[in-house]
């Protein structure tokens, strides 16, 4: 079985010189859709709570998208000997649409999360599902992907700015999102050279061989189980926090901080009767809405310059690379407590506060592609232990995430509830 796997992967690499432009176009539109809705709920987090008035639980908007991460990816795992990659590409596909629709026809903010909740499921599996499937194609298809992903924050908040300005209203916003589904299957089954029948028919051989080969090796190392874990937690860990708490102050500064940002006409949820604003607003059912684009936006337009930052600080990699990750840890930690001032003391002006929004996203998106970095090719890890490496590094993101979303639910429900 190892030798059909081998012989697949010979197959697709063969065809490169011919396949090769066509296959970095498909993996990056798989990866740019793959993430777009994920960064279109996160760019309309204010709009779904104000929604439903339920602004001061901005913070699990965040935690919905990744909260399932775990259990998506653990399913792709067990699919690995039971479905192939083009059946599990249509499952994601599904739920991308569910999801879509779910946050489009919820009448309930409970019922949105439920759906955002999908949505996220949808991202995490569609990522491990098509990594795997890179490793059937030549390694440097995977900077496709990446800057698919990458690609996937700025259209993506681009995109839910377009809608707002266009006035479109929620449930609109995400049924014009649906055809990039389409998009996604396309990429795939279109324009990705899949190599035919033949690679068609070894991916579940493949996906075998490589499941017997982990199961042998989790069945002889399982006595020394703990003390590997114990060991990677020391080769990893210091690195893992620093990973975590960056992206709980990112996360924090971002989904919560920004949704208090104030303007001359601030954002105008109250009740009609209790509005200030009345002169400068429109009335949306018994709710002000401003009618200024940059009033009603801000948001949105924060969310931009938050993934632009990332976006610029992923690609970075090949121009430069630091070996030292604590100084980011401070610098983010520093913007922490910035924003969180500025929520309270409202020190800055709006257009002062696109710089340094763009800032936290590039502290970002440099933390995360350096971290992972160091970690593949620091030769303190031993090759078998890299991956547990990695995945711990990932789950301090997720952490760091949840973390985030409940301090947001916290403060907005105590010391910044009326800021």
């Known amino acids: 079985m190892a030798g059909e796997a081998g012989e697949s992967e010979r197959l697709i690499s063969r065809q490169r010189p011919r396949s090769f432009v066509r296959n970095w176009i498909a993996f990056f539109l798989l990866g740019t859709v793959n993430n777009l809705t994920f960064v ?58 569910v999801g879509l629709l779910g946050v489009a026809f919820a009448n309930s903010f409970w019922l949105s999360l439920v759906a955002i909740l999908i949505s996220g499921a949808s991202s995490s599996f ?23 992903t990458g690609m996937a924050g700025v259209g993506g908040s681009a995109l839910y700015l377009l809608y707002s300005f266009a006035n479109l209203s929620l449930r609109d916003s995400f049924l014009y999102t649906l055809p990039w589904v389409a998009v996604y299957l396309i990429s795939f089954f279109v324009i990705l050279d899949r190599s035919g029948d033949q690679v068609a028919a070894n991916e579940p051989r493949a996906a075998r061989d490589l499941q017997v080969q982990e199961a042998e090796e989790t069945h002889k190392d399982i006595e020394n189980w703990k003390r590997r874990l114990m060991r990677c937690i020391r080769l990893s860990g210091n690195i893992s926090l620093q990973l975590l708490l960056v992206y709980f102050f990112e996360y924090v500064i971002s989904a919560g901080c920004a949704a208090k ?12 009767k209790e509005c200030t604003l009345y002169d400068h607003c429109t009335v949306s059912g018994d709710s002000c809405v401003p009618k200024n684009s940059l009033d009603r936006n801000t948001y949105a337009i924060l969310a931009f310059c938050y993934q632009f930052g990332v976006l610029i600080s992923r690609s970075s990699l090949q121009l430069v690379k630091f070996p030292k990750v604590w100084f980011m840890t401070a610098l983010q930690c520093m913007n922490f407590v910035l924003w969180m001032c500025q929520d309270q003391f409202k020190m800055m ?54 973390l985030a979303s409940a301090f947001v639910v916290l403060i907005d429900s105590t010391a910044f509830k009326d800021k």
């Open 349 to 402: 002006d709006v257009w002062e506060l696109f710089p340094l929004m763009v800032f936290v996203g590039l502290l970002g998106g440099a933390m995360y592609v350096n971290v992972f970095y160091l970690l593949l090719h620091d030769p303190r890890i031993p090759t078998k232990d890299r991956e547990l490496c990695i995945n711990l590094a990932a789950f301090a993101i997720t952490i760091g995430i949840t």
């Open 126 to 148: 569609g990522e491990s599902c098509t990594l795997g499937y890179l490793r059937l194609y030549p390694s440097t298809l995977v900077n496709a992907w990446s800057s698919g």
């Open 261 to 272: 940002v104030f303007t001359p006409l601030r954002d105008c949820h109250f009740k009609v």
């Open 40 to 97: 279109i709920i996160n760019s309309a987090a204010k709009t779904i709570v104000r929604d439903y008035h339920k602004e001061s639980l901005i913070g699990l908007i965040p935690w919905a998208s990744v909260a399932l991460s775990f259990v998506a990816r653990g399913a792709n795992t067990l699919l690995l000997d039971r479905a192939t990659y083009a059946q599990r590409i249509i499952a994601n596909a599904v739920l991308m649409v």
